[in-house]
């Protein structure tokens, strides 16, 4: 449960920081990081570049900027991107990579199990000719949170890093929930990005950590990389302060994100024995349940509204359909308080 007594499942982001964190952030030694000085930040930097088996990577403020930056650094004005059509890149992220970057983005449908699919990935990538943009990258998300937190196999991100570069484009995978992928599958962080050139994960969702995310690649991406974060204002001074809690978070935040996913896993059964609620527990993998609500009586906005009354937050996507977090401050105890809290607003609509 929140420290407000509210059972917040609107979102991972929402975690606040664990009292080892708030002592690392006390204790960290610090130093001007646009210069290249802050011994915590670095330390960070090289922990994620070899948790990803990459040269290097760089602490950046957020994930949305994270991309934005990856982006900026593989593609230039009027080149193209392919991504899924649910995407954060595509949706939530203000298409900044074209306002900022005039990056054209090309979508092609996400499956219901996250991915793309390679045919139509191959059928877009544009052929040599005065007529078309120049394709640059392809953009995958592991896991992908639109479709329920679905994750990414090594072997198909491998099969799409493959048809990337048979064409000479970038792959880059938006991993800011590469660590519940990781743990969904019992492999290391590193195995799913093997052939990625470029990686954005993040401390601040279910790892907890307050502030920040990181990108990786080889040393030439993380030079220019770096230099973009200036660009677009990223550049920070002492920001060992923020990347000492989430060294914590990477020592003590992992493993238990399995706890995040059986939660999950329960508020699915439990959410799909209730008349009215529709969902398939068997795609939960991770700590993202997405839910449909079909009953003449009640929308999904008006679900939401009518948990929040109850103490249960979790977050409306549409018109029928609500979004359900799982996260560190959920117990098991809190998602059966949810699901009653379901049953009784269905019941009453
Ligand atoms: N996702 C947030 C919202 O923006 C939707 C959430 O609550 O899930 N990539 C992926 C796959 C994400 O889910 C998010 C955040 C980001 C990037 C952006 O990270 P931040 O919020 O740090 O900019």
Redesign the pocket.
């Known amino acids: 449960m929140h420290t407000d007594n509210v059972i917040d499942l609107r979102?991972d982001?929402v975690t606040q920081p664990t009292p080892d964190m708030r002592r690392a952030m006390a204790e960290a030694v610090v130093g001007d990081d646009v210069f290249g000085e802050d011994p915590t930040v670095n330390r960070l930097e090289e922990r994620v570049a070899a948790l990803l088996g990459k040269e290097a990577a760089l602490y950046v403020p957020?994930?949305?900027?994270g991309?934005l930056i990856a982006v900026l650094s593989h593609c230039g004005r009027g080149d193209e991107m392919i991504l899924g059509d649910k995407a954060?890149i595509f949706l939530?992220e203000q298409g900044g990579a074209a306002a900022l970057g005039g990056v054209q983005p090309h979508t092609v449908p996400n499956q219901p199990d996250g991915t793309l699919d390679l045919d139509q990935v191959r059928d877009s990538i544009r052929s040599d000719n005065d007529h078309f943009p120049v394709t640059r990258l392809i953009a995958l998300?592991n896991t992908q949170?639109r479709c329920g937190g679905r994750v990414l196999r090594p072997a198909y991100v491998d099969a799409a890093g493959a048809l990337a570069h048979e064409h000479n484009l970038s792959l880059h995978v938006?991993g800011?929930?590469l660590w519940n992928a990781a743990v969904a599958l019992g492999v290391p962080p590193a195995r799913l990005v093997a052939v990625a050139d470029s990686v954005n994960v993040?401390f601040?969702?279910g790892l907890g950590a307050p502030v920040g995310?990181a990108v990786a690649g080889n040393r030439d991406f993380v030079r220019r990389a770096r230099r973009m974060r200036k660009q677009v204002g990223g550049g920070m001074r002492q920001a060992g302060i923020l990347a000492a809690a989430c060294l914590v978070a990477l020592d003590e935040m992992v493993d238990r994100l399995a706890e995040d996913h059986a939660n999950a896993r329960r508020l699915a059964v439990g959410l799909a024995a209730i008349d009215g609620i529709v969902l398939d527990p068997a795609t939960i993998e991770t700590n993202i349940v997405f839910f449909d609500v079909v009953h003449p009586g009640v929308t999904a906005p008006q679900l939401a509204a009518a948990l929040a009354g109850r103490g249960v937050l979790m977050s409306a996507a549409n018109a029928q359909r609500l979004r359900a977090v799982a996260n560190y401050h959920i117990t098991a105890a809190d998602v059966d308080t949810a699901l009653g809290a379901v049953a009784e607003v269905i019941r009453r609509a």
């Open positions: 979102s982001t957020s994930g949305t900027m991309n954060h939530y998300e949170n938006d800011a929930r993040c601040s969702k995310s």
